[in-house]
């Protein structure tokens, strides 16, 4: 009986936990029925994919333990150039080129954890000092002409003629690649490491006290996430053949994903996925008003964050718990 | 090396004075003014514009750091509420992100109506001898007008009432407010403050290098890490940082050039910051 019982509720909880993914995955999954016919709209739904992932990966850091690291792009761009400029060199095949790409990202981002974690810096110091990264990595990008092509960047001929040169194909690609990462952001959350985010995250003296290997947590977040930005940067760079300076640049990536993310919810599942989702939409609205568009950007950012200060999945949340507590109470 | 310690000195006063602003603004409220840069290139656009007019350089300067100060005002008065009213971690996440969205909207804006609009003093008269060192009237201007700024800063917290009870809000606002000191006016009065000086920054560095409607990113860029390095809420530090950074950036430029100097000195900035997570001269909270 018991185990009857126990087994309904697991599944009701299994329900609970993954079904999000499955419904946004669904209606994803849809998106390129309508858009099949314009490459041009296609680019630009794969990149909303894109940073969709990147949201992803920064809220395991940011959203999970609190670190601010402003380097998003940058970890992704090691990912990215350490991937092409491999395969490029030594004829590595594209899949091993992408692990090795991600790995370097994830030690790179293991390492900036450890070091702000060690010196117990707070919020705005691990944003500067990872900013500080940002820059060094696009000043790099720009100086080493003979590894990064500079200005100019690199074109990556490995994918062409494979599924990844596609647009559609590329998008399902993406689209698990977000996937897994919102699974696998779940099955963090519900294990012991998600506990000992959760319990940091509320009150970082208390966790520590109670047992909590605060520091090593944060560092196995750091990497995590940044193995997630360094792959999805790699596959991006095959995908599209070309990266240069801005592909991964500060001002073009960093800016919109901490928006996105804090848009959709800091610490939510859906959270990237719904600020991903809305700032594409968005993006592509402005288009047409050419020179106006920043300046639109700006006063949306400002009339969206005054709205929802939570994010925009945690207020739906609350809004929803509160009609429950009336409707139960 | 005596040219190029002084070259450093020139660039990290105005990198100082670029730092103060946003320092002040954090220390105080909490809220850390990603638009600060913006603010300078928006008082410099202002002068450009009145000059372009034919107007004197003595009225247009004024012109200029009064438009600064009440679009802090304004600002203030506005978004800042808000952002007030949350504490602790939230207040400086919608801060920050808000400015952000300023800084955007006065980016847009400028570069929509005056996208090839650029101030650029030309201070009158050859060099003058420094040390034995030649040095450009303009620098050595700009220097003046940073280092009678921070004088004038460092006066008014130390001695004036006003600027005591500034410090109070900054070492602890629940204890200011038991002491009759209404944080909110102080706040308000800080952040004013702070655009007039966003507003010196854009017209003392226009002396050496023209201020351009797209510099806005890049001054905010420079003037947080000045900020941080210096230790925020510290008026100080951020010209002790300026200074430091300054001459760290003319020396690897001469003597290691291309794309490391940058690299240099992002990497003095942000081991500064690990060896001394309070900044140089900050106060660990």
Redesign the interface.
């Known amino acids: 009986m018991s185990e009857i019982v126990e087994s309904a509720r697991s599944k009701t909880s299994l329900v609970r936990d993954y079904g999000p993914i499955v419904l946004a995955a669904a209606l994803l999954a849809l998106v390129p029925l309508a858009f099949h016919d314009s490459p041009s709209k296609m680019t630009v739904i794969i990149g909303g994919l894109l940073f969709c992932a990147y949201a992803i990966g920064f809220n395991v850091i940011f959203g999970s333990t609190g670190q601010l690291f402003l380097c998003t792009g940058a970890l992704a761009g090691i990912g990215g150039f350490s991937a092409a400029i491999v395969n490029d060199r030594t004829g590595v095949p594209m899949l091993l080129a992408i692990a090795i790409g991600g790995l370097l990202a994830a030690l790179v981002g293991g390492l900036l954890s450890w070091i702000a974690v060690s010196r117990s810096l707070d919020t705005i110091f691990t944003g500067v000092v990872t900013l500080a990264f940002s820059l060094s990595f696009e000043n790099f990008v720009l100086g080493r002409k003979d590894l990064t092509g500079g200005e100019t960047g690199i074109r990556i001929e490995a994918a062409s003629e494979t599924i990844l040169d596609d647009q559609v194909a590329p998008y399902y690609i993406f689209l698990g690649l977000v996937v897994v990462y919102l699974v696998l952001y779940r099955v963090i959350q519900r294990s012991q490491m998600g506990w000992a985010f959760k319990a940091l995250r509320d009150d970082e003296v208390a966790a520590e006290l109670a047992g909590v290997d605060v520091t090593r947590y944060r560092v196995y977040a750091g990497i995590i996430g940044s193995a997630m930005l360094g792959v999805a940067g790699a596959v991006f760079a095959f995908h599209r053949g070309f990266i240069g300076p801005t592909t991964y640049a500060f001002g073009d990536v960093d800016v919109s994903v901490l928006v996105m993310l804090v848009f959709g919810g800091i610490g939510s599942l859906l959270g990237p996925v719904v600020g991903a989702v809305v700032f594409t939409i968005l993006d592509e609205a402005l288009v047409d008003f050419a020179r106006l568009r920043e300046m639109l950007y700006g006063i949306v950012i400002v009339v969206l964050f005054l709205g929802f200060r939570r994010g925009l999945i945690p207020s739906l949340e609350s809004v929803r718990s509160k009609r429950r507590d009336r409707s139960e109470g | 090396m005596t040219a190029v310690v002084l070259d450093g000195i020139v660039l990290g006063l105005q990198m100082g004075l670029l730092g103060v602003g946003l320092t002040l603004v954090?220390g105080l409220g909490g809220v850390?003014n990603l638009a600060h840069g913006q603010f300078a290139v928006f008082a410099a656009i202002v002068i450009a514009r009145l000059l372009d007019a034919d107007l004197s350089l003595w009225v247009a300067i004024p012109a200029g750091l009064v438009c600064a100060a009440l679009l802090g005002l304004v600002i203030d008065l506005s978004?800042m509420r808000?952002v007030y009213r949350?504490r602790g971690?939230?207040r400086?996440?919608?801060g920050l992100?808000?400015m952000?969205?300023?800084?955007?909207?006065?980016?847009?804006?400028l570069?929509?109506r005056y996208?090839i609009e650029a101030l650029s003093i030309r201070v009158p008269g050859g060099p003058v001898s420094v040390l034995g060192v030649p040095m450009r009237r303009g620098g050595l201007v700009g220097s003046a007008m940073a280092l009678t700024a921070g004088a004038a800063l460092f006066g008014f917290f130390r001695f004036s009432t006003f600027g005591r009870a500034t410090r109070s809000v900054i070492q602890d606002e629940d204890g200011a407010r038991l002491c009759g000191v209404n944080p909110g006016t102080v706040r308000t009065t800080i952040f004013v403050l702070s655009g007039i000086l966003a507003g010196l920054v854009g017209i003392s560095r226009s002396m050496t290098a023209p201020i351009e409607v797209t510099s806005g990113?890049g001054l905010t860029?420079t003037a947080?890490?000045v900020a941080?390095v210096g230790g925020?809420g510290s008026v100080s530090g951020a010209f002790l940082a300026g200074v430091l950074l300054g001459i760290v950036s003319t020396v690897s430029a001469f003597y290691i050039g291309?794309?490391?100097t940058?690299?240099v000195l992002?990497?003095t900035?942000?081991l500064t910051?690990?060896?001394r997570?309070s900044g140089l001269l900050g106060h660990r909270p």
């Open positions: 954090y850390l978004l808000p949350l971690e939230d400086v996440l919608l992100l808000l952000l969205g300023v800084g955007t909207i006065i980016d847009g804006l570069e929509w996208p990113v860029i947080l890490i941080v925020l291309s794309y490391i940058t690299i992002l990497a900035a942000a910051i690990v060896f997570p």
